[in-house]
């Protein structure tokens, strides 16, 4: 079986880089040459188009960095859909429950499966082959997937046959996820202000209750250093949030919690731009406070 793979951005390029090291038949495309030239010293195929992707691999999976990008990609003149060999298309982006839906259709439509395989982790866990991937749709491209997972998540789970519920289990996801990321620095922001050492706030919150993904290795690895370098850029948040308050009023849900999380971003977005990384919240924080978390390593 030949894999395609589009999209070799933050995510892509390392997932893509995991399946070429496992020996798997791959042929990729992107945009930029310069990401699809380190693909092609891993013995990579490269193409020029979606279509021409879809043209040579069974299966294409794409990982794009917005809407308007994901739906060329899947549904344009030049895309997948347009694709003569593919027998599927894998959407490992986040993009909404209806965005899914409308393209399942099509797909279908076209004689071509669909599967819904967002992915979590961020850049880190791309790099390391530990994402976790969330699947719905079509089971037969699920399992035909096995080794490609393999090769680039710790864990996939098949959440059902029903496109979309995979986007709603990733935006679930994420609204912990920032969540927690925006609680535990608001917290250690108080902390440091009051004269606590990071470190030692870190060592008690991660051997107590307070202890979530962020305190457990987000905060340690990419705030403490200074760098704020998780790798997650806030024009993606921002695009996650709003999708996460799309699928919250689509199924009438709370969103006191959620609500108030996107509008801190959306402060830190303004404040920090969104080509910058989403642990800058901090800076905002700080900026409200009077005192940032200092830089411990």
Known sequence: MKIGYIGLGAMGRPMAVNIASAGIDLVVADTDPARTAILAQRGAEVAGSAKAVADEADIVLACLPNLTAADAVALGAEGVIAGG???????????????????????????????????????????????????????????????????????????????????????????????????????MTLGAKAGLDPEQMIEVINASSGKNSATDWLIPDHVLNGALDFGGANYIIEKDLDLWRQEAENFETSMWLGM????????????????????????????????EIPKTR
Do not use: W
């Open 85 to 187: 060999r593919a027998k599927a298309f894998v959407n490992m982006g986040t993009t909404g429950s209806a965005f899914s839906r409308a393209v399942a259709e099509k797909m279908q439509a076209a004689g071509k499966a669909y599967l819904d395989a967002p992915i979590s982790g961020g850049p880190p866990g791309a790099e390391a082959g530990t994402l976790g991937i969330m699947c719905s749709g079509d089971r037969e491209t699920f399992d035909g997937l096995e080794a490609t997972f393999e090769a680039i998540a710790a864990k996939a789970v098949y959440l059902g046959d029903k496109p979309g519920h995979a986007q709603v289990m990733k935006l679930v996801n994420n609204i912990i996820f920032f969540g927690n990321l925006a609680v535990a620095l608001e917290a």
């Open 260 to 291: 108030n999380i996107r509008t801190l971003y959306k402060q830190s977005f303004t404040e920090n731009g969104l080509e910058t990384d989403i642990t800058t919240l901090m800076k905002t924080l700080g900026k409200m406070a009077g005192q």
